[in-house]
Nanobody, 114 residues
Framework: QVQLVESGGGLVQPGGSLRLSCVAS????????MGWYRQYPGKQRELVAY???????NYVESVKGRFTISRDNAKNTMYLQMNSLKPEDTAVYYC????????WGQGTQVTVSS
């Protein structure tokens, strides 16, 4: 039912910034808790940030102060503003619903390298 499409990744130098977008269609977006995940090669996806239906953000410690999660319910879109990027942020980033089943999107590659 729900489709998730991530975009905005790319290659950036350490200390640089990227803004990721996630468009969720086919569901009542505004009622869902949404999260950003990342996956390193050979490892499982890890939750890095999520935002409640009311707009309250939460982050893992490693990205606090650097990443900002937000959502625009009118556009069925979630964002991840990534600042002060580090090489260890290099991963494929995915969005997903925390409390509902959905197919994973293709993700968007973020590469931080000098």
């Amino acid at each position: 039912q729900v489709q998730l499409v991530e975009s905005g990744g790319g290659l950036v130098q350490p200390g640089g910034s990227l803004r990721l977008s996630c468009v969720a269609s086919g569901s009542d977006f505004s009622r869902n808790v949404m999260g950003w995940y990342r996956q390193y090669p050979g490892k499982q996806r890890e939750l890095v940030a999520y935002i409640t239906s009311g707009g309250s953000p939460n982050y893992v410690e490693s990205v606090k102060g650097r990443f900002t999660i937000s959502r625009d319910n009118a556009k069925n879109t979630m964002y991840l503003q990534m600042n002060s990027l580090k090489p260890e942020d290099t991963a494929v980033y995915y969005c997903h619903l925390l409390h509902r089943q959905a197919d994973w999107g293709q993700g968007t590659q973020v590469t931080v390298s000098s």
